[in-house]
DNA sequence: CCACGCCTCCTCCCAAAGGCATAGTGGTGC
DNA sequence: GCACCACTATGCCTTTGGGAGGAGGCGTGG
């Protein structure tokens, strides 16, 4: 491993720049991406389509929870992401990982645990921190909703996404590209899988969700 | 100022680096005491009177939120506290001034910001972020969308919670024992106040604030 | 008393949402 | 090749949502 090329997304400009030092360490030639709000985050993974990793972390301005997350592995499935979160229960660890990241680091890690981490993923495995793997009990509800929003393909992903930002079918047809008609198919889709009967509804699971993350 | 001693307590062990780094270039003779966990806190304040500062975290294993900070206000009066947090709304960081801490630096400062309130401190007066002293107001966004939803009459609010629950006007009649005609009356208003033009984007709105409220 | 705000209800109207059926395209896996 | 799925799209239909505008009852405070 000679080249690497990582996008960091965190808004602690202190804790970027520790990452940055550390990982520099690890090959020759290193370059980084660094995001201080998720739209940016966005932006780079788009303009940097051949970087081998991105270090997410869940409390990005501009984002709540893991629904930044989720976002990006709709649109950029080919980047593994890595959570790097100060919060390291063995919900929100498992949460991540259901959704697609892969890898967790925990802000508390020490210099040769984050160094692992990234290395395990790029060689193309999950990275999981020791304590965990355990399935800790969670509230039944939160899981059922987890396990509905991970049947949804990525454009129903996206549409949901825009759905949760209050925009219209006709502004999400005109934003993705494609017809109200096709747009409204989606929508028909992410209600039958979230079993709910309106969009209303729609956003308020997935409000749930963000909730439970951050509470 | 050419010598400097603090005491850092921090359970992140690059971050706590990073803030090494950044502090050493504030003097010629700079000693630094790293703290994993809040019982070496305290033991290095005890072994160190001498210490200009200590910067403390306040989400550290082994106490819980600001207790840890009024223990030592209570056992080290002479050593002013900058609390280093994370979370940064306005009641944390009255509260931490209020128990006696010398400053506040969220954990998303910046370099120069981090070296500006330390100097502040060691200089004897009060860093409170936000630049106004002790008037730091919460986001504005929120400030901004509670001062609406306190225009809201009391069946406004009626109408608006079950609006977040879901329901469709007819069932929020019903609920109430009104007609649809009159849910749609305060739905109208409601959107006015809310300036907002669906009732999905009053949901997410109403949101924003739970959110706000649980992180 | 009168004005004002709140709650209630109405009508007309149009836009938005959502169900249902159908179908072409392209990719993946067997 | 065939099956399957995601994505795209169209058409038709009903229900829901929301704006505009008006209007009556009711209680409080000037």
New interface residues.
């Given amino acids: 491993m000679q080249t690497l090329k990582i996008i960091i997304a965190d808004?602690?400009?202190?804790?970027r720049?520790?990452?940055v030092?550390?990982l520099q360490t690890m090959a020759t030639d290193v370059a980084i991406i660094e995001c201080g709000e998720f739209s940016a985050a966005l932006k780079a993974a788009d303009e940097h389509p051949d970087a081998d990793l991105m270090l997410l972390d869940l409390?990005m301005p501009g984002v709540?929870g893991f629904s930044g997350l989720m976002t990006l592995r709709a649109q950029f499935a080919a980047l593994p992401v890595v959570i790097v979160s100060?919060t390291d229960d063995s919900g929100t660890v498992r949460r991540s990982l259901e959704l697609g990241a892969s890898g967790f680091i925990p802000?508390?890690?020490?210099?040769d645990d984050?160094r692992n981490a990234v290395k395990t993923v790029l060689d193309g495995d999950v990275f999981v921190p020791g304590n965990d793997s355990g399935k800790a009990e969670d509230d039944p509800v939160l899981v059922e909703i987890l396990d509905r929003l991970k049947t949804l393909t990525p454009q129903q992903n996206r549409v949901l996404t825009m759905?949760?930002?209050?925009l219209?079918n006709k502004q999400i047809a005109y934003e993705l590209g494609v017809s109200e008609a096709t747009i409204k198919a989606h929508v028909s889709a992410i209600l039958l899988k979230l079993n709910?009967d309106?969009?209303?509804?729609a956003?308020?699971k997935l409000?749930k969700i963000?909730?439970a993350m951050?509470?």
């Fill in positions: 808004d602690h400009p202190l804790f720049g520790a990452l030092q550390t409390a709540s100060a802000k508390s890690s020490g210099l984050i759905l949760a930002e209050g219209l709910v309106s969009r209303t509804q956003v308020i409000g963000n909730m951050v509470a």
